[in-house]
């Protein structure tokens, strides 16, 4: 009995407990399958469809790197969270970090924040309601040698617009777009859905480019990611889901279901 017990604390299979990754956190991915461009803006439409029940941090978020003819400008995302510290557990995060691990630096929000993040703010996000994130050129004076880039949320319900702040990076060009879900609970906590919709990105030149296919990853569970996290696409856009039977092998790639008639679509900035 005594080596059984042994085995089952050595052997983790995903599917119960803490996530056993560097930061406690499992991961999972939606690679946007875009082709070469010179990028200026993403955007995406995020519905966390019901709120987590258990006392830990969610984050859902777009990310997108900054590159300047070529050269790597690091990388940064801009989501919601469901983090307990902050009012109704409601937060906003727009950060990200230079190619050697230094944070980006950036303009100060007009967001307050409960933790004191200068990246983490309290932002009051309703599930169920889809909000549009939003990733574009920005208005502030950035340092020598670097562009401003701002982190913008909208309201689809009510049209009401927070930017959240500007970052600033090296890099006017945009690349390497995904979305994902970081998750702080136990792997065996009750399920989160969220869904993912209306993946744009605009050029240079203006033009608009709807994202057709996604590509699925997991964190592997040799890397402590939990095992119980799918993907899946339904009538509004690509889904995931925690403390789920996995159905979607990672690598596939996935169709993302065409924007709805009356769709705004992406701003001009």
């Not at 906003?92 to 691990?101: E, F, S, T």
């Not at 990076?169 to 979305?179: E, F, I, K, T, Y």
């Not at 964190?219 to 789920?244: F, L, N, P, S, Y």
């Not at 159905?247 to 596939?252: L, R, W």
């Amino acid at each position: 009995m005594f080596l059984d017990r042994w085995r089952q604390r050595l052997v983790w299979d995903g599917s119960a407990g803490s996530p056993r990754s560097a930061n406690a956190a499992s991961s999972f991915h939606l690679i946007w399958e875009v082709p070469p461009g010179e990028w200026v803006a993403a955007e995406v439409t995020l519905d966390v469809r019901h709120a987590p029940v258990v006392a830990a941090l969610f984050f859902w978020a777009l990310q997108v790197s900054f590159v300047d003819r070529g050269r790597d400008g690091g990388a940064a995302h801009l989501g919601l969270q469901w983090y307990p510290p902050h009012p109704g557990a409601t937060a906003v995060n727009w950060g990200g970090y230079h190619p050697d691990g230094r944070e980006l630096d950036g303009s100060v929000s007009v967001l307050p924040s409960a933790t004191g993040n200068v990246n983490t703010r309290d932002l009051a996000w309703l599930p169920g309601r889809a909000y549009r994130l939003r990733v574009c050129h920005g208005d502030q004076s950035s340092p020598p040698g670097t562009t401003a880039w701002r982190g913008e949320v909208t309201d689809t319900a009510t049209g009401a617009l927070v930017v959240v702040r500007e970052l600033f990076a090296v890099g006017d060009r945009l690349a390497a777009p995904m979305v994902w879900s970081e998750v702080f609970a136990r792997c065996d906590d009750p399920g989160v859905e969220v869904c993912w919709s209306g993946l744009r990105l605009r050029s240079a030149s203006g033009a608009v480019h709807e994202v057709e296919r996604v590509r699925v990853n997991y964190q592997a569970r040799k890397e402590g990611g939990c095992a119980t996290t799918d993907v899946q696409v339904d009538t509004i856009g690509v889904v995931q889901r925690t403390r789920a039977i996995r159905v979607t092998p990672g690598g596939s790639v996935l169709a993302v279901p065409a924007a709805p008639v009356g769709d705004p679509g992406m701003g001009e900035r």
